[in-house]
């Protein structure tokens, strides 16, 4: 009797959404092998802000997104996967003057409409739910059944879930085509050529030089800050807190950045270890330094925000490089010229929310199911015709 092998598939790339792949596909029944060119959550899944959100997502496919991962986080939350590394909490959008009050409410209506829950927070009611703020702020919208999860905690779980073979410190170079048209059946990589029958690119930044997109994939610096232990001041904050200016600074995600290349968006968010998370700062930049500047600033606009915040210490800065796109939109779907090749890239600081959800939408294609959401926005080829009119 003739014994069926299992397909293989190829995950180049062992972040977040890499991970997430080999969760999903495994459990479909391919055999998977990861590739990293380091190794697992070396990238900017290792230094993400761990945000699981909806609250700053403008109105469309993004936001869309969003609250379908979100509710997958909740899904594998449930199944015992995410146990003890998923910590479901609110985020709190701050205004602090009569123009963001107004955006704020602009946007309160876009989150309703597409069915987030909010609570509208004013005045002493506000400093009653979370306590500890600046007397300056005026209005706040609670986002409900938000989360944080750190990148490679979540990383790790998945693929020890997959049962996933991974290739630490192997390069992807190229491609081997199949015999027939359309089909790719390996990899060349620094430890070998790879035989695949599905190959997942979700190696950010370096998906570019694979795919031949350099001009639609982007570096992008963020700095955060780490402080020391707070329990007392952690633990009368009840969830993130995102100053109205953050949602302003995303603006710049559908165009380059201008004059220094950064801008600033506040958030402060209480870890389950008693610190505090700050951050952050976006940069046209692949350089992965934090510097002074940035670091005042983030610190002083922080203070403003929880004034006892001076009160503690600063333990450590860092910066992480994240891959974004021309159009602030992901590439998630078939790379065009191959049949069994998929792209899963190119989600900036968005990564760590859509992660999980991008893995099962990958196993979705891999056997030709209906996806989770539409991928008409995030085609990939919607570059490569760009690439070639170039």
Known sequence: M???????????????????????????GFAV??????????????SA?????????????MMEAAIRGVETYRDLHGAGIFEGVFKERSTFMLAQDAAEDAVLEA????????????????????????????RAIRSAIEVRGEGHAIGYEVTSRLIAASGATVARGCRVNGFRTASRSGSLDALETSAGTIEADLVVLAAGGGSASLLGLASAL?????????????????AGIRGSLMSC????SKDSTE???TGSGRRFGLVVDPLRTGQFLIGGTREETAERGTDADAVRRLLVEAVALVPRLREVRLL?????????????????????????????TGFEGDGICLGPLTGKIVSQLARGEPTAIDLSPFDPARFATQEQAA
């Open 2 to 28: 003739a014994v069926t092998r299992k397909l293989r598939a190829a995950i180049v790339g062992a972040g977040i959404v890499g991970a997430a792949s080999a969760y999903f596909l495994s459990r479909a």
């Open 33 to 46: 092998q990861m590739l990293d060119a380091a190794a697992p959550a070396s990238g900017a899944t290792g």
């Open 49 to 61: 802000d761990g945000a699981v959100s909806v609250a700053s997502k403008r109105p469309g496919p």
């Open 107 to 134: 946007h309160a209506v876009a989150l309703s409409g597409n069915g987030v829950e909010l609570r509208l927070h004013r005045e002493d009611a506000l400093h009653r739910t979370v306590q500890n703020l600046s």
């Open 218 to 234: 982007r570096p992008r610096k963020g700095q955060l800050l780490v402080t020391e232990r707070a329990p007392a001041l952690n």
């Open 245 to 248: 200016r953050y949602l302003m």
């Open 255 to 257: 165009t380059r950045m």
């Open 316 to 344: 450590r800065t860092f910066a992480g490089v994240r891959t974004a796109t021309a159009d602030g939109r992901p590439l998630i779907g078939r790379v065009r010229g191959f049949d069994n090749v998929l792209v899963a």
